[in-house]
């Protein structure tokens, strides 16, 4: 099974929101989170993945669902765990949802979801979305406890969060592969698919060839900047086609 790439589109909308975050629906308003999505499923992206903060700063909710609407590509609605975003998640019914925390002072994503911490809250939403069939996912840190309660929460998914793989350098960088590693193949034998995420790029990718059982990427900030020189087609193709390399 080939390594799936989803493209997440969350930059194109920052882009437009720094000029038309007023009026993001006027005919000038560009650059189109819609165009970004058609072009990401010309170049082979496998699923989409869009997250409607509670602070509205970059996706609308009008993008999400006209996404959802317009572009036949699995959708990945990146959501925090609120009783806003879970009405928002049931009326738009995307394939796959991932639950995140959500802070406002963040930049991005910062950490992962503390599953055991919340995990009644969790477990509850996690039931009331998979129950409407959208596929739940908990974007944890690789930390063996938490994917202990992910797979308590009943979740078919993690995301593992890349992040401190992303940002170490030096021996670092094999001490955070070990971590994703370890926790990859507790997350497989606990029963829940492994999907990762977070500053994922063109050159550090091939590093995560040691870490078994990936099923998907999701991938934005680089895949957006490089669309930025070679069109988000190009940018896609080409990262689809490092990752064919993925050994499995
Ligand atoms: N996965 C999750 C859960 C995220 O929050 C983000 C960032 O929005 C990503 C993946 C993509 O990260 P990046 O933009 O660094 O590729």
């Not at 738009?92 to 991005?108: G, Q």
Request: aromatic residues 4%; proline residues 5%.
């Amino acid at each position: 099974m080939p390594l799936l790439l989803g493209v997440n589109i969350d930059h194109v909308a920052t882009l437009r929101q720094a000029r038309y975050a007023r009026t993001p629906d006027s005919p000038n308003a560009e650059p189109s989170p819609l165009d970004a999505g058609r072009d990401a499923l010309c170049g082979g992206a496998d699923s989409l993945t869009i997250h409607v903060r509670s602070d509205r700063r970059h996706m609308q909710d009008a993008d999400a669902f006209r996404i959802r609407r317009e572009i036949p590509l699995p959708l990945n609605f990146e959501m925090g765990v609120t009783e806003e975003m879970v009405g928002i998640a049931l009326r738009l019914k995307p394939d796959f949802a991932c639950l995140v925390p959500e802070t406002r002072e963040e930049l991005t994503t910062e950490g992962g979801l503390d599953v055991s911490g919340g995990f009644a809250k969790i477990h509850d939403a996690v039931d009331r979305l998979q129950d409407a069939g959208i596929k739940v996912s908990l974007f944890i840190d690789p930390d063996l406890p938490q994917i202990d309660a992910a797979a308590r929460t009943g979740a078919a998914m993690i995301e593992l969060h890349t992040g401190c793989f992303a940002n170490a350098a030096g021996d670092e960088v094999a001490r955070e592969i070990s971590r994703l590693a370890e926790a990859a193949r507790a997350a497989h034998a606990a029963g829940l698919q492994v999907n990762a995420g977070h500053g994922i790029n063109y050159h550090n990718l091939t590093q995560l060839w040691s870490v078994p059982h990936l099923v998907e990427l999701n991938i934005g900030h680089s895949v957006v900047s490089r669309a930025i020189r070679t069109g988000m087609t190009a940018a896609v193709r080409e990262m689809k086609s490092l990752m064919a390399t993925y050994p499995g």
